[in-house]
Each structure stands twice: as structure tokens, then as C-alpha cells.
């Protein structure tokens, strides 16, 4: 009967007038259904975050050509993978910041900041002149660009619990979209004065630079989705809690953090040391940056068989199939499942090229909408575990150490997938995993570690936090 005397006047309408997220949660409270507007949102967000990266793998080799920077046709391979790098170490340079900054300032101002970057510095990169302005403007890009780790904790927090697995979903599917979307743009759009010549002239801007099409059509998007965000709602609670606070605040964020110390410190610079001693949060982190870097390295060398597939079974499976799943098996079944069923696939692809035409373009496109639909049930498993680890005003932070080691590993994977594959080019008749034989061996072997990793005593289960 107390406990509810003092959250009831968190609830009420004057309690905290003037904070987005007391405002948003009266409105939650009352939700009946899901929040569409909201999680349009989180969907459109992460297509943003997720287009710029995807949408350059198809060009690249043939930029990295024409920049004239590789002596050998066999080393491009090897620049292409620093250029992919260069953003996934940027942004795992300054995730960690960006997160905690979404803490402190909001989610809404940390994303239209991030989407900004993108306008502009992936217009850049289309009319990159060489090497290294090509490097430099994919670094920006991702130092700059601080999106994925507020998003996710947004999504959490516009839903009521029931609808959470959905939310999360909507993040990654989004992502995968992107990654399926983003080559087939990139493919389409790049050297339109070659493949469209009646449409674009040589002498035109698109002649000059024939990559900055495919990047022009992602920041266009990019600046329709930053002006949408004029009508984004903020759902960071803004109210501070004050050692003499009443007693009723410090009851609440109790119940968020654990204790009464632990509340008065939860704005302060011990919070980024509060999360590595959290091993639910940090082993879920660690989980997510193997699988991270597995599916980076697995995408890199995915576009030496197929181009591109449709998004629509990864729309239906995220939107309508996982929630239900999540609900039966909870998400960390799920994603070992999911892993576990992803190895005999990777194993089988060097086999698949040995088929004749049609049929190898068919099962090929098959394989890869199964492997994108395990992928993405793992990713927002790890989601899930991630968020419900930390209460709200360490969400940002959370999700922002989360982005910053999955970007290192993903700024690790393409250099690396581009070395590997350069290498197994050049033992296409050795005896032990010849040639692409070589690459999907190795792609299982990290599978298998993810598997492994999801399992006790190094996985823990976090208990549910608040949904604030």
C-alpha cells in the first residue's frame, strides 16, 4: 500500500510538467494497442543508420580501381576492406560517447544529429577524388553518425512490455532490409552514365563521379527522415533526483537501480564503470560483437554470389513470426537455434556454386534469406538481453558500449574478410579447403564460438528492469 502512495504522484499529470518522458509515459500508460507512429520511428531510423553502410559493397571494388591506389588486381581486395573499415572504426571510437550522451540530453537530439552526419558526409564520400578522402569521409561518417545505440534503447521505451520483442525486431529487421536493400542500390545506381547513357551525359556531375549517385539517393532519404523527426516524441525522463529529494523519487529510482546510492550516482561518471561490472550486460555485449563480426564478414563475401535478394521474407518473419517465438522460447533459445542452424548453411555454399543455371541462383537466394532470417534472430535476442539489463537512464550508455564493441569487431571483419578472401584466391587447388571452401570454414568456426558463448556459465540471464 505504500509502495503504491509513492509511485502514484510520479503518475500524476503536474508531478513533472515539463519532462518529455513522465509526458510520454502518461501517454503509454494509456496505450491499448501498439505505437505505430513511434515504431515507424525506430523503423526508418535504423534504415538510415543501416543504408550508407550497405549500399557502398557493390562499387567499392570498382571505386578502389578507378582511385588507381592498388599496384594489382588482386590487391584491391585488400583496400576495399580499410575503406569498409574506416567507418565501423569511427563509430566504435565514439558509440560509447554518443550513448551516454543520449543519457543526459535526450534520444530525439543524438539522432537528428546522427542522421545530419549522414546527409552529409555520405554525399562527400560519393564525390570522393581519392584514396584517402574516401577514408576520411567513411570515418566521419561513423564517429559522427550516433544513431543505432539510441534507437534501441528508444524502442524500448515507446512500447509497453508485451510489445518489446517487437520493437527490438523492428531495429533489426530494419538493419538486415538495409543490408539487402543497400547493395541492390548500389549496384543499380553506380556508373549511371555507362549504364544509362541517355538519361546521364558524361560531362554531368554523374559522369565525373560515377559512384555519387547510389550515395546521393541514401542521403536523400536520410534528410526526409530527418525532417520527420521534427514530430519524433523524446521519451528521457529530464527531471534530475537530488540527495535531499523527496522520499517518493527516491523510492522510484531505487526500484530502477537497486539502491538509494546507486540512484544519487546514476548521473554521474561512475555509471560507464556501474556497466562493465555488470556480466549480464557485458557477456550479452560480448555475445553480440561475435555474431556482429561473423555476419559483417559473411555479408563482405556474400556479394561474390549473389547480389541481391528480397526483404520481404525478413519483413514477415520479424514482424509476425519472431514475437511468437520470443514468447515460446525466450530469447536466448531462440538464438541458438538460430546459430545452430546457420552452420550446416554456411557449410553448404561452396557446394551450391557446383549447380547449373537456373537452379544455383534459386537455392543460392533461398540459402541467403534462411541465413538472414537466423541472423537477425540472433541480433535481437542479444537486443533484448542487452536492454533488459539496465534501467532506463543507463540504457544510452549501455547501448552505446554495445555499439562500440560491435563496430570494432565490424571494423575488424572487413579488412579481415578481404584478406582472407584475397588469400583463398590464390589456393583455389589446395587439398584442404580449397579456395571459397576455405572462407565458409572459417565463418563456421566463429559461428560455433557464438553458439558456444550462449550458453552458461558465460551467458547470464539479466532480470527484467524497468520500462520506463
Known amino acids: 500500500m505504500a509502495g503504491e502512495e509513492l509511485a502514484a504522484p510520479l503518475l500524476g499529470k503536474d508531478r513533472h510538467p515539463g519532462c518529455p518522458g513522465c509526458a510520454y509515459g502518461r501517454r503509454k500508460d494509456l496505450q491499448r494497442g501498439m505505437p505505430y507512429k513511434e515504431f515507424l520511428y525506430v523503423w526508418v531510423i535504423s534504415l538510415t543508420a543501416a543504408l550508407p553502410i550497405s549500399s557502398l559493397f557493390p562499387f567499392l571494388y570498382f571505386m578502389i580501381r578507378d582511385l588507381n591506389i592498388a599496384e594489382r588486381t588482386e590487391d584491391i581486395g585488400f583496400y576495399a576492406g580499410f575503406v569498409g573499415a574506416s567507418f565501423m572504426f569511427g563509430r566504435c571510437l565514439t558509440s560509447t560517447a554518443w550513448g551516454i550522451a543520449a543519457d543526459r540530453i535526450g534520444r530525439k537530439p543524438v539522432v537528428v544529429f546522427g542522421i545530419s552526419s549522414v546527409v552529409v558526409f555520405n554525399t562527400l564520400f560519393g564525390l570522393s577524388v581519392n584514396y584517402w578522402m574516401a577514408i576520411a569521409t567513411r570515418f566521419l561518417l561513423g564517429a559522427l553518425n550516433g544513431l543505432l545505440g539510441p534507437i534501441k534503447a528508444y524502442a524500448i521505451e515507446v512500447c509497453r512490455p508485451e510489445h518489446e520483442a517487437l520493437a527490438l525486431s523492428l531495429v533489426s529487421t530494419a538493419w538486415g532490409i538495409g543490408l539487402i536493400i543497400g547493395p541492390a542500390l548500389g549496384g543499380y545506381l553506380a556508373m549511371p552514365a555507362e549504364n544509362f547513357p541517355s538519361v546521364f551525359s558524361p560531362d554531368s556531375i554523374f559522369g565525373r563521379f560515377p559512384y555519387f549517385l547510389p550515395c546521393l539517393c541514401t542521403s ?55 556497466l562493465f561490472r555488470n556480466w549480464p550486460l557485458m557477456s550479452s555485449i560480448i555475445v553480440y560483437c561475435v555474431f556482429s563480426f561473423h555476419d559483417m564478414a559473411y555479408t563482405e563475401h556474400l556479394q561474390n554470389f549473389t547480389s541481391s535478394i528480397s526483404g520481404t521474407s525478413l519483413l514477415v518473419y520479424q514482424l509476425l513470426l519472431y514475437p511468437r517465438m520470443n514468447k515460446v522460447l525466450g530469447p536466448i533459445k531462440s538464438s541458438r537455434i538460430a546459430a545452430a542452424l546457420s552452420i550446416p548453411i554456411l557449410f553448404a555454399y561452396p557446394y551450391m ?106 551467458l547470464a540471464v539479466p532480470e527484467q528492469s524497468d520500462r520506463n
Open 220 to 274: 536523400i532519404f536520410a534528410a526526409a527522415v530527418l525532417i520527420s523527426c521534427i514530430w519524433m516524441p523524446e521519451t528521457l525522463h529530464k527531471h534530475k533526483v537530488s540527495k535531499n529529494g523527496s522520499q517518493d523519487v527516491e523510492a522510484l529510482e531505487a526500484h530502477l537501480i537497486g539502491s538509494k546510492e546507486e540512484a544519487e550516482e546514476s548521473g554521474s561518471l561512475d555509471t560507464k564503470k556501474s
Open 353 to 458: 556454386t557446383y549447380l547449373s543455371e537456373p537452379g544455383l541462383s534459386i537455392i543460392l537466394n533461398i540459402a541467403s534469406v534462411i541465413k538472414n532470417n537466423l541472423s537477425v534472430t540472433i541480433i535481437t535476442g542479444t537486443f533484448i538481453l542487452q536492454n533488459n539489463a539496465v534501467p532506463q537512464d543507463q540504457r544510452g550508455a549501455a547501448n552505446g558500449l554495445s555499439m562500440t564493441g560491435m563496430s570494432f569487431f565490424k571494423a575488424v571483419a572487413p579488412a579481415g574478410a578481404g584478406i582472407v578472401f584475397s588469400w583463398a584466391q590464390k589456393r583455389q587447388h589446395a587439398s584442404f579447403f580449397p579456395g571459397d571452401q576455405m572462407v565458409f570454414f572459417l565463418l563456421n568456426i566463429v559461428e560455433l564460438l557464438g553458439l558456444i558463448l550462449t550458453f552458461k556459465p558465460f
